[in-house]
């Protein structure tokens, strides 16, 4: 059974830093393309950042420059460094794991951790 498990999440000061963490069992980091979304009640959850298979990453607009994921497949890890955050910011982040079953028929398999609150706010 796969689960991943964030942390790292708190209150923190606008233009402040702060380093999520998502940890996985149950599957190989390595072959999974692995993402971190934030949602805010009533919006949708929105993607933060991407970091895919093949070492390459991806962020919106609204984050670039700002955040930078990055994943350790050895230990089955995924991080998440935000800087210069803005209060826009705030809403709760979700590590999310993607894996491409092959096949006749594939399919994806999908798992998403409990998500974990980050607040920016003076």
């Known amino acids: 059974q796969v689960q991943l498990v964030e942390s790292g999440g708190g209150l923190v000061q606008p233009g402040g830093s702060l380093r999520l963490s998502c940890a996985a069992s149950?599957?190989?980091?390595?072959?999974?393309?692995l993402a971190w979304y934030r949602q805010v009640p009533g919006r949708e959850r929105e993607l933060v950042a991407l970091s895919g298979t093949d070492g390459r990453t991806g962020y919106p607009d609204s984050v670039k420059g700002r955040f930078f994921i990055s994943r350790d497949n050895a230990n089955n890890r995924v991080y998440l460094q935000m800087n210069a955050l803005k209060p826009e910011d705030t809403g709760v982040y979700y590590c999310?794991?993607?894996?491409?079953?092959?096949?006749?028929?594939?399919?994806?398999?999908?798992?998403w951790g409990q998500g974990t609150q980050v607040t920016v706010s003076s």
């Open positions: 999310n794991s993607k894996y491409l079953i092959s096949g006749p028929a594939p399919e994806i398999e999908e798992h």
């Open positions: 149950g599957t190989d980091f390595s072959i999974n393309t």
